[in-house]
């Protein structure tokens, strides 16, 4: 059953029933990286991972509070961001560390993870777990991006330094068939306009944030002036909507608009929220043809990046058999 | 990028040549290759140039299907016949090759991975093109491909059978076979990566293994036997080789070290961002030994007019093309009362220059000093300056800093713009205003694409340095400095380059390096201060311009600094840029003896 | 390195597994021997005949016999103090030393190249990773022959890789299997049953003569140097021998073969350095009386790089062609590019 809900953090235990066997969650410098620990923090979960990144003094200060907060169940693994083969082998030996012959029951906060580690991650679940195990996904929304600055002027990342496939989603790139790249463009509509730049792909289709399932209304229309300035640039590009609060709704989104070009390579760059991340993983975890493909940024607005909401996103997945 | 629909059809939309017909391509293509003439001749080249410096589009002329109707000649008659093989970011580097380096010999399979990568583009080449005319039979394929191509293939251990060309296949048939086979090895290779993912140690590959010479050379040397295939050598146009990774990259260098290039030569672009000269045994190639070498910035900035008569000629091809029946310069017209008071103050200057002039000529202080005159009298009456009007075709080019995507780009976002606000599809001209306004919003948008946005009171001791925030406290205090020698008394007031007075410091060097990745600077040499040698010079890119309210016409005027003051730029440039506004820009630096182009700089 | 009186063969069986890739899985002692035992029963005594099937000459002896003696010549020269091997590369070195003439069956000419029919054929005997495979053909190919024209294929190949996770250096591999080869070519190859019948096809005459003449090959490695030693009969001496179309003399053909090892010497030292060092060649000739009787006349010589290098009518322009036609119409040198900025053409 795919269903999402949204609810508030201070329901988050209740609304889940059962304790789970497994927390994962990833430190980082925002704050919303605290918001489901804390929620859950009476639980006591019995087996709880931290991620963090050691490249980033604001993540470490945010790992050691975590670790402090979960106390001695917890376990830590720290990752180089800058080295996704280690990074992909840590998360994969953190997990299979917890499995069970008898099934566990994963909560994975996805809030904070990079939207590349999280792919991994999803692709991890989907080969180390078994069909006997079970996974809920929360994701805490944010009050506001860019705390402070103006509409005009907000900002979470400058600069695009590389852009790389992610490791478990390489898909099948032809040499004989043409680009189709989709991008599931979010705050950042300048991003986007660089991701695309460099790929010079044949074909272009973004996806921007459907108004009814957007995270706020101010979400929704910083995501219309970038449809109508990609437009302007791009003429011929194809836009399409997605549900940032919804992965299975965005699972099918993409695998809708990716079979739009038949015989074209598709790559996909999830650049909105990680919930909508997610649902890019689906839809690339049931069709292998489909590339995932991630930028890195040479600044993030660590000072003032968001402020966490009082609300969560809270969804069960199914990894085992083929999705979509 | 895909074309856009024809009833919005904008002259300046910007297309990946890949996709043009070639017709069009034809139609479009100014031919540049005068300025860069080893590009079509025998021998490996690199042509390095910034994205929509025009390689593509170089390259894309070069393909067999636009000779033939550029040259109006048949295949076996052209002088070479080119390979296109554009090389998208994650085609090639896929993070799962990762996997095998110092695990399990990442070069023959990477070598592998870019042979049959290239062997699908030939295919892909081969069938853009009518050979119906060109005295080949479907057997003569057939038979290419049971003594040669089998024959390679098993030696590369193709282990099982090799299915035989349909019957009664035609010559694209065969062909399409032919490159589905090679599409289905570069499968199975992704499918192997596939396995390698997740596993830390190595996995058996049992697949065929082809290599440069021992497969993909032979296979071009027995295809070039074939009756429609040109007596020249076979081009390889390996475009945007930046997108290779490092172990690819080093076996492409070894592709250039070997004396092929009567049959097959190498022609490589890159975005200024090439990995490494180290071939896959551990040696360099160099300029000229192994290859030639064409940076198409540095032509660009150095040969002004070469370039604006490129971008005229760009222009007027597809004003025509769209049925405008305007010349560039009517269709993008100066502010006139603007250019009106500039032509007034240079009235004023010649007359004057009798008594009180400084160049040489009369019209040199014309040249010089009527613009920066006209910008430094509006910051008078309006304490900003930024009522100068960026307009009018030859400032749009000087904006463009010799990359003609930029001019393109603001081109067709000022069309769109125009469109829109008359409801009519058809333009006949940009108004002064939207031209001007469309400059200074890609002016910013370029510079704070990498950076945050600076404040007017941010303090130099409000944020932690690394070389992002070095290099955007360098550019600020540079197009500050600019702007305050613009205002100045100086004898030659459009500076927009600095040249090293001493060796760079490593630190100092990284930021430089990483401006000019980045696109604010473009980097070249000349001779050094004692005229001894030769030392290294950044220009500004002129896109920046309107940042900074500078004259982007001008190209003579250069500074020598040293390692200090740029040190100082890059560390406090409020406080740097506000010492040369108090006492002016030689408290701070040098001014060469010589100008950078020999004094003339009108075009 | 110490193969504990060894040859590099008994000294892989003796390896510990875990030394190994895969950590003992699969053995690849057992696959040694099972390649071994397969090439030596059915493809290595077949080689020099399938050879003279196609070439219609008689080679010399390439069969086990003489791949004992390149193994024999490889080990002498790995027991340098400073040389190492892995006992992977053992492995690989030793795979390719048994491949490495195979393509006789097929034709002298190119049988670098032909292996690797020989090398599919053998299938799964050589693991199943093609990577692997290809690492012991190209070090095999790399004894003899050309790429694209150019005999430098040593150079060719990567100093350091990867294979299965373990690092092999394919060059060291390759220069130490070539020399070893060039070292092997002695009696043992001589088909002397043949010669004493006088049997042997004339255009192989001198081949058979020289092998046979060639009683002893020592590697003294420390100690740089490389000892061969010829006898002939004075008969022997004042006759000359077929090779090809044409007669020589046996003694020219000792001298013509003693400068192709110096050149092999030469060329294949420049990989094998420091580690192994081999820097003269000193070669006996012993011409004795009939049937090998009396006291023999010695004609000793020394092949080696000594003194300063001189290049006898060797000039730039002869040792770069490319500076033969620079495109100012002709050689280059001072007075030409004088003349060439004068004029402004620069």
Known sequence: MNETRRLKLAELGVVLGVVPDVFLCCASFEARSMSVPRALAHLRIADSIVFANTESAESVASFEYLATLLGPRGRHVQLALSDPLRCADALYGAVLHTVSSHGRHYLVDITTFTHELLLVLMRVLQLVLSDKDRVHLVYTTAAEYSVGDEPGSKWLTKGIGEIRSVLGFPGMMLPARKLHLVVLSGFEGERAERVIDQFEPDRISVGVGAPESSITSDHYQINQALQSRLAAKYPAVELFTFSPSDAFQTQQAVLRQAGRFPNHNVAVAAMNTKVSTVGAALAALGDDSIQLCYATAHQYNVANYSSPGEDCILFAVTLKTPVG | ?603 | MDLEGKTLRDWLADAPKHQFPGGGAPDYWKRFEALEDYLNTYVHKHVTAGAMIADGGYLTDHGPDHIRTVIQRASDLARSPHFTLTPYEAYLFLAATHIHDVGNIFARATHEITSEEVMEKLGLLLGEDRVEQIAIHSIAGAHGGTIDGDKDKIRRLAPEDYIMGATIRPRTLAALLRFADELADDRSRAARFLLELGKVPKSSEVYHQYASALHSVVARVPGDTVELRFSMTKDDACRTFGKGSDQVYLLDEIFERAVKMHRERMYCMRFLRPEISVERIRVKVEVFGPKFSGTPKVIPFSLEEAGYPELPGRTIHALCPELTDHGFGGEINGAALHQVLAKGDA
């Not at chain 2, 109006?72 to 554009?86: E, M, T």
């Not at chain 2, 023959?108 to 042979?115: A, D, K, M, P, T």
């Open chain 2, 1 to 603: 990028m895909p074309e856009p629909s024809p009833e919005s059809h904008n002259p300046f939309a910007v297309q990946t040549p890949e996709g043009i017909r070639a017709q069009d391509v034809v139609s479009l293509f100014v031919d540049v290759f005068t300025d860069f003439f080893n590009i079509p001749k025998i021998g490996h080249t690199f042509l390095h140039g910034p994205r929509g410096s025009g390689k593509s589009m170089m390259f894309r002329y070069l393909e067999p299907d636009c000779q033939c109707l550029a040259l109006q000649k048949r295949v076996p008659d052209l002088p070479f016949f080119a390979v296109y093989i554009s090389i998208k970011n994650t085609d090639l580097k896929l993070t799962e090759l990762q996997r095998l380096e110092n695990k399990h010999s990442a070069l023959v399979l990477n070598e592998h991975f870019l042979v049959v990568h290239v062997a699908v583009k030939l295919f892909a080449s081969l069938l853009k093109v009518d050979l119906d005319d060109c005295g080949v039979t479907p057997d003569q394929i057939r038979s290419f491909y049971q003594k040669d191509l089998k024959r390679l293939l098993r030696r590369a251990g193709w282990q099982g059978d090799l299915t035989e060309i349909p019957e009664n296949a035609d010559i694209a048939e065969c062909l399409r076979f032919l490159q589905e086979m090679f599409n289905d090895q570069q499968a199975a290779v992704i499918s192997y990566l596939r396995r390698l993912s997740f596993s830390e140690s190595p996995v058996a590959y049992s697949g065929p293994l082809c290599g440069y010479l021992d497969f993909l050379l032979p296979l071009i040397r027995a295809l070039k036997a074939l009756p429609f295939m040109p007596r020249g050598p076979v081009l390889l146009l390996m475009d945007d080789a930046d997108n290779l990774n490092k172990t690819q990259t080093t076996i492409l260098n070894s592709w250039v070290s070997c004396r092929t290039q009567a049959d097959v030569s190498l022609k490589i672009s890159t975005q200024l961002n090439y990995k490494t000269y180290l071939t896959a045994t551990g040696q360099t190639i160099d300029a000229p030994h192994d290859f030639s070498e064409v940076n198409i910035s540095a032509v660009y900035t150095s040969m002004k007019r070469k370039y604006f008569e490129r971008v005229s000629e760009i222009v007027l091809r597809r004003l025509r093309m769209n049925e405008i029946n305007a010349t560039p310069d009517e269709f993008f017209p100066p502010y006139e009362e603007q250019e009106q008071k500039i032509k007034e103050i240079g009235e004023k200057l010649r007359k004057e220059w009798e008594h009180s002039g400084r160049g040489y000529r009369a019209s040199d202080d014309v040249v010089r000093y009527a613009r920066p005159n006209y910008i430094a009298s509006l910051q008078g009456i309006h304490k900003s300056g930024s009522t100068y009007k960026y307009c009018g075709f030859e400032q749009l080019v000087h904006l463009s800093s010799g990359i003609v995507r930029y001019f393109l780009e603001a081109a067709s976002l000022m069309y769109g713009e125009m469109q829109a606000a008359s409801g009519s599809n058809m333009v006949n001209r940009i108004d002064p205003d939207v031209q001007d306004r469309v400059v200074r919003e890609q002016a910013t948008a370029f510079l704070f694409s990498e950076f945050d946005r600076w404040s007017s009171d941010e303090s130099d001791d409000d944020e932690a340095l690394n070389n992002t925030r070095r290099l955007r406290n360098l550019i600020r205090a540079l197009g500050g400095t600019f702007h305050q020698i613009l205002l100045s008394d100086a004898s030659e007031r459009r500076v927009f380059s600095i040249a090293l007075s001493e060796d760079p410091d490593p630190d100092v060097l990284e930021v430089l390096r990483l401006g000019v990745r980045y696109g604010y600077f473009h980097q070249s040499t000349i001779g050094n201060k004692e005229g001894t040698g030769r030392t290294r010079l950044y220009v500004l890119n002129r896109r920046l311009a309107p940042v900074f309210t500078l004259d982007p016409t001008g190209f003579v005027g250069y500074k020598f600094v040293t390692n200090g003051i740029l040190r100082e730029a890059m560390e406090k440039p409020t406080t740097f840029v506000g010492r040369i506004r108090r006492a002016g820009p030689d408290s701070v630096f040098e001014s060469p003896q010589m100008p950078l182009f020999g004094g003339e700089d009108a075009l």
